[in-house]
């Protein structure tokens, strides 16, 4: 099917979604020839890559120098139904992660590049979506700064996607429960984020949530926002919360091997906090026990999308955050979506994402299953079975 054609004689909606490199080595994703590297971002960490990133650290540090504040790095057309066209492209800031770091003091920098690139990329009837930490609320109180800022200026509406991704993880929080016949209490790092408060007080309706955070005071003032306030507790200390068998992550910390000490034997993980405070490399040496997921991503047909820049995804995948960009471009909406999620929201921005075909997806980081099939399979190298041995060793806690 010929993407570019399918929009003739249709309603064609805009919108850009604005994101930014997260690691060094992303910068070799703008040359094709590493363009596999979407699908298996892992690869780029293989030992016959190290030459290549003194270049790519270079890189990271020459941008900040750059005039212009961003890049176009993909234009494409998404015909999700045969009435709907979303004509969408991928703006990323010439910044990295490592620039968002409070240490180095580049805030007021980065925010002035944002403003500048949401003034350059905005037009009438286009949809303006922030992504990652473009986001976040100690820098631009999720769009809300942009807006307040630019005034008169903005031309179009300012969308966090926060509303559609907390609609997609409690989707997936709701999956994994009934696949894995869950019950129990909810561990929830990061609840007083804006997609965590959409999660503790829909969840404590029927579910005691472990809201593990050190700010009490904003604590009660989402405690006294829930309609079951007694449902949500107090968690300063997350290995308080050893006997839940579903953990959400909604904050980079506690991560690595303090997270992993406290999630007890068998529990489900499930992640939509950037970075994810885990990884499999992490999980399969440590608790194999565990299953990870990514829970705040979006499926779509790839048939219908000509999307070739992908973020580090496969391409019938999106986050979230871009999937409720494209939803509020697809239905037209003028409306901003900054700030804290509004709950009445939730619902019908997902009858709107089913209607387009975007469902939520679980990107698998570590099932326990993979664990039985790698020490069953056949293996005549022995360096593997080395391995596996000290790995059964050390978790099991006996001597091969």
């Given at each position: ?36 590297f ?25 941008v ?10 993909d ?9 709907t ?18 240490k ?38 999720g ?50 984020s ?12 029927f ?26 507790v ?16 909604g ?84 409306h901003?979506e ?26 698998i980081?570590?099932?326990?299953a ?21 790995g ?8 091969l």
């Amino acid at each position: 099917m010929n993407i570019k054609n399918s929009a003739n004689n249709r309603d064609v909606r805009e919108c850009d979604f604005v994101a930014h490199r997260v690691e060094s080595r992303n910068k070799l994703l703008d040359h094709k020839c590493f363009r596999n590297f979407h699908k298996n971002p892992e690869k780029a960490k293989e030992r016959r890559f190290w030459p290549l990133l003194p270049y790519c650290w270079i890189r990271s540090f020459l941008v900040l120098f750059s005039k212009k504040p961003f890049d176009v790095v993909d234009e494409f057309i998404h015909a999700p139904t045969s009435e709907t066209v979303i004509r969408e492209r991928i703006v990323l800031l010439k910044n990295y992660g490592w620039h968002f770091l409070p240490k180095i003091h580049l805030q007021n920098f980065i925010k002035a590049r944002i403003l500048k690139t949401v003034l350059d990329i905005q037009r009438p009837g286009k949809v303006v979506g922030l992504g990652a930490l473009i986001k976040d609320h100690s820098l631009t109180q999720g769009g809300e700064w942009v807006v307040e800022q630019l005034g008169d200026r903005l031309v179009s509406p300012i969308v966090h996607g926060d509303t559609a991704t907390a609609g997609y993880v409690m989707e997936n929080m709701e999956k994994i429960m009934k696949t894995r016949k869950l019950s129990g209490p909810i561990a929830l790092t990061g609840p007083t984020s804006k997609i965590g408060k959409v999660i503790a007080k829909i969840f404590s309706e029927f579910h005691v949530i472990f809201c593990i955070t050190k700010d009490e005071k904003r604590f009660l003032k989402l405690q006294s926002q829930a309609k079951n306030p007694k449902n949500l507790v107090f968690c300063p200390n997350s290995r308080k919360a050893t006997g839940c068998p579903l953990w959400v992550t909604g904050k980079f910390k506690p991560a690595g091997k303090k997270l992993l000490s406290c999630i007890p034997q068998g529990a489900a993980v499930l992640n939509f906090a950037v970075p994810n405070p885990l990884n499999k490399k992490i999980v399969k040496a440590i608790r194999p026990d565990l299953f990870v997921a990514e829970a705040g991503l979006v499926e779509i047909d790839p048939t219908f999308s000509g999307q070739e820049f992908t973020m580090r995804l496969c391409p019938e995948f999106t986050y979230a955050c871009d999937g409720g960009t494209r939803i509020h471009a697809a239905m037209n909406w003028t409306h901003n979506e900054v700030g804290e999620v509004e709950i009445d929201q939730v619902s019908v921005v997902m009858e709107a994402g089913h209607n387009l075909g975007f469902e939520p997806h679980l990107e698998i980081l570590w099932d326990p299953a993979w664990h039985v099939v790698e020490v069953i399979a056949p293996r005549t190298d022995k360096w593997y079975w080395l391995k596996i041995k000290k790995g059964l060793a050390r978790n099991a806690g006996i001597f091969l």
